[in-house]
């Protein structure tokens, strides 16, 4: 697992390493969205339902503007999307970084699910179910509710 977390770090962070040209922090709001492909058998967002209560917290401390978690309701391969809405894109690293430390602390268990036979058994790892990973920065324009 904690292998596994170390990845998604570098590659979270290697996708954010800088904002768009000529957007500043503080002027607007951003959407960090990690998108990855799924098996159709599921699981992935079980294991990121497992990082929430983390984020969660981080929201409460102000780190974090919000967290969601998002699937396909119609689109292409990219089926499961995780997001975050931050303020301060230059804090997103350090913040993400926390994020990450403190489910590695915390030792999330994998997830469980009833099989077939009725047996609880834990979900595969995310990378072995989630095989493809992009993330996108997005700079909110136009905020919902016309704010």
């Not at 339902?49 to 929201?59: D, S, T």
């Not at 602390?105 to 992009?134: L, M, W």
Request: aromatic residues 10%; charged residues 20%; hydrophobic residues 45%.
């Amino acid at each position: 697992m904690k292998r596994m977390l170390a990845v998604a770090v570098a590659l979270t962070l290697g996708a954010v390493a800088s904002p768009a040209a000529g957007q500043e922090d503080g002027d607007r709001e951003f959407v960090v969205a990690r998108s990855f492909q799924c098996s159709p058998q599921g699981g992935g967002i079980a294991w990121l339902q497992a990082w929430r209560p983390v984020a969660q917290e981080m929201i409460a401390e102000g780190r974090f503007v919000d967290y969601g978690i998002m699937v396909h309701a119609w689109g292409d391969e990219w089926n499961v999307v995780d997001f975050f809405v931050v303020e301060d894109l230059s804090a997103f690293h350090t913040d993400f970084a926390e994020l990450v430390r403190r489910a590695v602390e915390r030792d999330i268990p994998a997830p469980t699910y009833e099989n077939s036979e009725g047996e609880t058994v834990e979900r595969a790892p995310f990378g072995q179910i989630c095989t493809r990973h992009k993330d996108n920065i997005y700079a909110v324009v136009a905020p919902p509710g016309g704010n």
